[in-house]
């Protein structure tokens, strides 16, 4: 069983002090559909280069004899590249998982080719119609809905995908009772920016934080009254003792002080380690949150196994409040419960949802 491979990969590389790749999250397009206000990579109007199918399949050749696991497909929107289908096909042919993140736009159209094919559909949904309209465009919510209702009637759990800006914090329950109807896993992530007046986006400040909190806090009392929220109780314990969301991330010298303000461990960050970012562009990252910030090397000139040993030489952050790149963290570090979480994912995808 694949995720007992996985596990096990990891559990040797941790043995062994081995870096590599086991999940790799990959912006396969900087191209996308819609002009999401809150977009964190701009990639609505991104203009840069992304890979051609040629280099995208010799990279999936490389990450696997590296012993890639998973790769999840995401963009931009990566459902506008023609040649999607292709590149599925072939990491399936090579064994490694597949989760793909979508704003389900196009998924309905592609459904027929794609389904039995994706271990996990990870959809956008940011709240109740007026809000997720006004944040991602009119119309955005009634055709991501179509496509989670498409899955549904395959018999295809989903995740939905949700950000919390300042703004939506009162959907919550709106995004849960739509992940109850559908059949779907929620999960929420907290944005690094906040939507400033101008629609420019501003970091977060520290007079926000107890509002955040108070949302992240309603969020484990869902998941503690059986919510289908996805990313693990610790994950948002985490979120909930950070001392301030104003700071997104600390560097090891902070370490200490930082440790004892947030009253707990923090979740040691293992990306460039065991898990990585791919850019459109080529660039090879540990995460998305530091593109642009580093001097990352592209698989263009390098191949991906340099691109990615090269992220071993690079100084990063190593502790961060984002939900989604800590909840990696947590698997990658074989945290028992989000382990066991991704298991119980898998058993029910494999039953509902594959046919392969
Ligand atoms: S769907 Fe995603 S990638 Fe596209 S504009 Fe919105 S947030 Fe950005
Ligand atoms: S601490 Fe967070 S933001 Fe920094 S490299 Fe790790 S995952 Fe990325």
Not at 10 to 34: D, K, Q, S, Y
């Amino acid at each position: 069983m694949s995720k007992v491979g996985m596990g096990l990969s990891l559990l040797a590389a941790r043995l062994t002090g081995r870096r590599f790749p086991c999940m790799v999250n990959w912006a396969v397009t900087g191209r996308c559909n819609l002009r999401c206000r809150h977009c964190y990579g701009d990639y609505g109007a991104a203009q840069k280069a992304e890979l051609p199918l040629d280099l995208l399949l010799r990279t999936v050749d490389e990450l696997q004899a590296m012993g890639t696991r998973r790769i999840t497909l995401e963009g931009g929107e990566p459902l506008v590249r023609p040649d999607i289908v292709r590149l599925v096909d072939h990491i399936r042919s090579r064994r490694i998982e597949i989760a793909l993140c979508t704003n389900g736009i196009l998924l309905p159209g592609l459904l027929d080719e794609l389904a039995g094919k994706i271990d996990l559909f990870v959809l956008s949904l940011d709240g109740s119609e007026p809000y997720n309209d006004w944040l991602r465009g009119k119309g955005a919510y009634r055709k991501t809905l179509a496509a989670l209702e498409a899955l549904r009637e395959r018999g295809i759990r989903p995740l939905i995908f949700s950000c919390l800006i300042d703004r939506n914090m009162d959907d919550i329950d709106a995004v849960v009772r739509v992940a109850r109807e559908v059949g779907a896993y929620v999960t929420f992530n907290i944005a690094v920016a906040r939507i400033g007046d101008q629609n420019g986006r501003v970091p977060l400040q520290k007079e926000q934080d107890a509002a955040y909190r108070r949302a992240i806090a309603h969020i484990v009392r869902l998941k503690r009254q059986g919510a289908p929220v996805y990313y693990s109780l610790g994950n948002y314990r985490q979120a909930l003792s950070w001392p301030t969301f104003a700071v997104e991330s600390y560097r090891r010298e902070d370490l200490p002080a930082m440790a004892r303000a947030a009253r707990r461990r923090m979740i040691p960050c293992l990306a460039g380690r065991y898990w990585c970012y791919i850019e459109c562009n080529g660039e090879v990252y540990p995460c998305y949150q530091v593109v642009g910030t580093l001097a990352a090397k592209n698989i263009r000139e390098h191949g991906v196994r340099q691109a990615f040993e090269h992220l071993a030489s690079l100084s990063t952050c190593c502790r961060c409040y984002n939900l989604t790149l800590s909840e990696l963290n947590l698997q990658a570090g074989l945290d028992p419960r989000a382990v066991l979480r991704v298991v119980r994912n898998y058993f029910f995808t494999k039953r509902a949802g594959r046919s392969s």
